[in-house]
T-cell receptor, first 110, second 118 residues
Framework: SQKIEQNSEALNIQEGKTATLTCNYTNYSPAYLQWYRQDPGRGPVFLLLIRENEKEKRKERLKVTFDTTLKQSLFHITASQPADSATYLCALDMSGKLIFGQGTTLQVKP | SQTIHQWPATLVQPVGSPLSLECTVEGTSNPNLYWYRQAAGRGLQLLFYSVGIGQISSEVPQNLSASRPQDRQFILSSKKLLLSDSGFYLC?????????????????FGSGTQLSVL
């Protein structure tokens, strides 16, 4: 069955540094992959989508890469700010349904 | 504008009691609708999805059911709650995004219902 893995340990970084979060998947070849941000007690909010034929996608301070050979996506936040602290979820399209990883919590310290 | 409403925000229910969570969307027609559950410290688990009125697909066997009585209304129910039903329930609908050669969908989530079964 499809398995999506995100680092369950929280990522703590200093303000101004680049945060890099990893999403690995197995047993599937998704047509696209998405990243969401979730704040405590709130629903996830869509950030970026990257298609299988795209290597990289950028949006302001965010950058996502998609390596279909490694079955991995990397999510980068450059010049991180305390306001970037949240849980970040990756999601894969599987037969028209979005399946989510368990998320990685990012804590940016001032 | 496209919005999604979900209520209540929090709910505390005794074991064995019934449940009804409601979700409605505005600004679209014939949306694909979803119910997800998130247990504490866990990822989002897809429970049900619906592509139209009266059309419900269940992803995992469980103590819950879903119904779609109207195009923009999605209801999550249970006849008798279990302790294991506790969690954060999220309704979502898919929004189409158009790319240069293909179109994909992203999810727009409601604000969620924190359910505690005691």
């Amino acid at each position: 069955s499809q398995k999506i893995e995100q680092n369950s340990e929280a990522l703590n970084i200093q303000e101004g540094k680049t945060a890099t979060l990893t999403c690995n998947y197995t047993n599937y070849s998704p047509a696209y992959l998405q990243w969401y941000r979730q704040d405590p007690g709130r629903g996830p909010v869509f950030l970026l989508l990257i298609r299988e034929n795209e290597k990289e996608k950028r949006k302001e301070r965010l950058k996502v890469t998609f390596d279909t050979t490694l079955k991995q996506s990397l999510f980068h936040i450059t010049a991180s700010q305390p306001a970037d602290s949240a849980t970040y979820l990756c999601a894969l399209d599987m037969s028209g349904k979005l399946i989510f990883g368990q998320g990685t919590t990012l804590q940016v310290k001032p | 504008s496209q919005t999604i409403h979900q209520w209540p925000a929090t709910l505390v229910q005794p074991v064995g009691s019934p449940l009804s969570l409601e979700c409605t969307v505005e600004g679209t027609s014939n949306p694909n609708l979803y119910w997800y559950r998130q247990a504490a410290g866990r990822g989002l688990q897809l429970l049900f999805y619906s592509v139209g009125i009266g059309q419900i697909s269940s992803e995992v066997p469980q103590n819950l059911s879903a119904s779609r009585p109207q195009d923009r209304q999605f209801i999550l129910s249970s006849k008798k709650l279990l302790l294991s039903d506790s969690g954060f329930y999220l309704c979502a609908w898919s929004v189409l995004m158009f790319g240069p050669t293909t179109s994909n969908e992203k999810l727009l989530f409601g604000s969620g219902t924190q359910l505690s079964v005691l």
